[in-house]
């Protein structure tokens, strides 16, 4: 990108988005002798978005990576907190008061999100100083989005609304209906659904 193609995509109806796999990318085996799923050509919040046409928003996928989220370490944390930084800051955003809120999407596997949301909360200051507005929303999917009965589609349905409503400098879980900030959120032992700590 360069800095004008950048400033138009930064508007308050441009949502960035970022892959992280999970089970919302997972696809079916390729091989005929396959049993496991597999990670596709495509993330899923490409093949989503691109389903809509009639969107009031623009968008664009990264990947940053396609793992299993128990498969997730710091070290990935760290190269998405990076690919956040190299988006908002190589062109200087972030640096000026003359955009609005950034809008951000991240798909991740529903078993680890929380803790990669808190890192990446813990590290916001580094990707936008804290005069700029960003609400990065998190999401995910209980099963692959090829599946007919898959909730990812509405997951990130959600996910994108919420950034446009969330306060600036927010971080949210976006799953089963609800956005939650992420340092107030946990996972039902039984239930397995995102709530509000109480």
């Avoid at 308050?12 to 970022?18: A, D, G, I, P, S």
């Avoid at 971080?171 to 609800?178: A, Y």
Wanted: aromatic share 8%; with cysteine; proline share 4%.
């Amino acid at each position: 990108y360069n800095t004008t193609i950048m400033q138009e995509l930064c508007g308050t109806n441009h949502v960035h988005m970022f892959a992280m796999g999970g089970t919302i990318d997972k696809d079916y085996p390729r091989l005929t002798s396959g049993y496991a799923f597999e990670f596709g050509d495509e993330c899923a919040a490409s093949r989503i978005m691109k389903s809509h046409p009639n969107l009031g928003v623009t968008f664009d996928v990264t990947s940053v990576c396609t793992k299993d989220s128990l498969d997730i370490e710091d070290n990935d944390r760290e190269i998405l907190v990076n690919a956040l930084k190299t988006r908002f800051q190589k062109y200087g955003i972030g640096q000026k008061d003359q955009f609005s809120v950034f809008r951000v999407v991240v798909t991740h596997g529903t078993d680890t999100m929380i803790e990669t949301a808190l890192f990446v909360r813990s590290r916001l200051d580094e990707i936008l100083p804290s005069s700029s507005g960003i609400v990065i929303a998190f999401t995910g999917a209980t099963k692959p989005e090829r599946f007919v009965d898959s909730d990812a589609s509405f997951n990130l349905g959600c996910a994108v609304g919420a950034t446009s409503i969330c306060p600036p400098r927010s971080v949210v879980i976006c799953m089963n209906g609800n956005y939650i900030p992420c340092e107030r959120c946990v996972r039902g032992e039984e239930s397995g659904l995102f709530e509000l700590k109480s």
